[in-house]
């Protein structure tokens, strides 16, 4: 592994000194890839769009995330920043010089990238949502065939270009080696088509939601602590992190394995509860769900409102205060988006049945 950590090393480097002017633009993409967006920004969009999407972009984001973080727990990858400080690889040469920046400091290990592979499962399953939607039947004219074959093409090359942004903007910050977010866009696109085929989480009920949530809870807790009990230190990458980072104000603690495990169980637990709630019913599957001035209404009071949410910190001085409020944070952003602001705006919109009587 030395070998391919110091070729990842070289390309860091060659990123850092060849594409410094594009930083900006770089750090925009590691944002799009961030796998918090997916609740905060693209959930709230395609619900209301499409209640299919939505909910399988959700179960495919937790699900996808989870999967990251046993991988990581498996792999026991490094992360470039701390590797080329501990690493016996260059021996009696100098220690390559890699530059860090406000987001390079992520605490958990490093394999597969968890950005890589949450950006490439989301946008997967958007593009194709969208192909096939615009996919014209089967007895279609030349002309509409050709149609579908330039917005096919279209999809799928802003789908690349998007990851492999991410991907760069990733490698370029030091946060990830080239191989490690190669392994995260592929896994990703394996998690999102396998829910192409599940199509049971559209009619899932709470008790499965539930379900679901604790088994992917207790299994994770489960194998932290059988690893612990032969004494392997799954939490190993934030001692190092903590070590290596050139500024302790770039740690933080929503970077940690369990961090992210307790967003994602927060979000799907919320969703759950939300999809299965009256509130949703009564607006969502009423008449005004069909009406474009409802979704439009709605994704704007939406997308306005976690806006506003997100200004909302959680305290981090008690790591586990810090958990259980992360997770109630996480579950009131499906609450809001599915069940809350679509019942508050059905309410001042009003029945339309009921107008016309």
């Known amino acids: 592994m030395d070998v391919i950590h110091s070729s990842g090393v070289q390309v860091i480097q060659h990123l850092q000194s060849n594409y410094k002017d594009y930083h900006d633009f770089l750090n925009f993409m590691s944002s799009v890839g961030d796998p918090r967006n997916i609740f905060s920004l693209y959930f709230p969009l395609w619900f209301q769009l499409s209640q299919i999407v939505g909910t399988k972009m959700i179960w495919v984001a937790v ?6 973080l046993i991988f990581k727990w498996i792999l026991f990858g490094h992360r470039p920043y701390w590797w080329v400080q501990e690493t016996h690889f260059y021996q009696n040469h100098s220690l390559p010089k890699i530059e860090q920046f406000h987001i390079t400091c992520e605490t958990g290990p490093g394999s597969p990238s968890g950005h890589a592979m949450g950006s490439s499962c989301v946008w997967y399953v958007m593009v194709t949502s969208v192909v096939n939607f615009t996919r014209p039947p089967s007895d279609t004219t ?8 330039l917005v096919w093409s279209f999809l799928w090359i802003a789908f690349w270009v998007i990851q492999i942004s991410v991907c760069v903007s990733r490698v370029f910050i030091a946060t990830h080696f080239p191989h490690q977010v190669i392994l995260g866009v592929l896994a990703g696109m394996l998690v999102a088509e396998a829910f192409e085929h599940i199509p049971s989480i559209h009619t899932a009920s709470f008790k499965v939601y539930l379900q679901t949530s604790l088994f992917l809870f207790f299994f994770a807790l489960s194998f932290y602590f059988l ?26 603690l929503d970077t940690t ?9 927060g979000a799907l637990f919320g969703l759950g509860l939300a999809i299965n709630s009256q509130m949703f019913v009564k607006s969502c599957k009423g008449k005004n769900g069909y009406r474009m001035r409802f979704k439009l209404t709605c994704v704007a009071a939406t997308l306005t409102t976690l806006q506003l949410y997100d200004l909302i910190k959680v305290p981090t001085h008690t790591e586990v205060l810090f958990y259980m409020l992360s997770f109630c944070k996480s579950a009131v952003v499906p609450l809001s988006v599915v069940a809350f602001i679509p019942y508050c705006v059905h309410l001042l919109i009003g029945d339309p ?4 009587d």
Do not use: T
């Not at 699900?63 to 990251?68: A, E, M, P, R």
């Not at 394995?257 to 169980?265: C, E, K, S």
């Not at 049945?353 to 016309?356: G, H, I, M, Q, T």
């Open 257 to 265: 394995p369990f961090a992210g495990l307790v967003r994602n169980l």
């Open 227 to 252: 690893l612990k009990m032969i004494h392997i230190d799954l939490l190993w990458s934030i001692s190092k992190a903590k070590k290596w980072c050139v500024n302790p104000d770039w740690i933080h």
């Open 353 to 356: 049945e009921k107008r016309l």
């Open 142 to 149: 030349y002309q509409e065939s050709q149609r579908f074959r």
């Open 63 to 68: 699900i996808g995330d989870w999967l990251n």
